[in-house]
């Protein structure tokens, strides 16, 4: 059986970014369409999940590739974002994130050392912090 299916995917494009993105949102819509009775949602589900299995067994791989790229590019800031925010809050246990008050500039200090001056290593301004 497992060969069956691995002889039946091969060629095919498979599973990629946006492809996850469409299941996410396919998941969103019929979750509300369930609690909101809302026909509407239901078809838009439906459809979403045809298309995204259409993108999945599809073995047109320069067409799917190119919508991959294109969601990549569009959501490129919201990721990267995304990516910055977690990292800061990863460091958040043993750091202290301050930002500088003259530049903005974002500055990372050791937790525990008491009151220290921090200066900036961009504008060189110096201001008193906790840690």
Request: hydrophobic share 35%; charged share 25%.
């Amino acid at each position: 059986m497992k060969e069956r299916f691995y002889r039946f995917m091969q060629g095919r494009y498979g599973q990629d970014a946006f492809s996850r993105f469409l299941l996410g949102i396919t998941g969103l819509c019929l979750l509300f369409n369930v609690l909101l009775h809302n026909r509407f949602l239901g078809v838009l589900a439906w459809a979403l999940l045809i298309y995204t299995y259409y993108r999945i067994f599809s073995k047109n791989h320069s067409a799917r590739y190119e919508e991959n790229q294109r969601y990549l590019q569009g959501t490129a800031k919201a990721r990267y974002w995304a990516d910055q925010q977690k990292k800061l809050w990863q460091e958040r246990r043993y750091h202290h994130i301050y930002t500088c008050p003259k530049c903005r500039q974002k500055i990372r200090i050791p937790r525990g050392k008491g009151r220290i001056m921090v200066r900036c290593p961009k504008c060189q301004h110096e201001f008193q912090k906790r840690s």
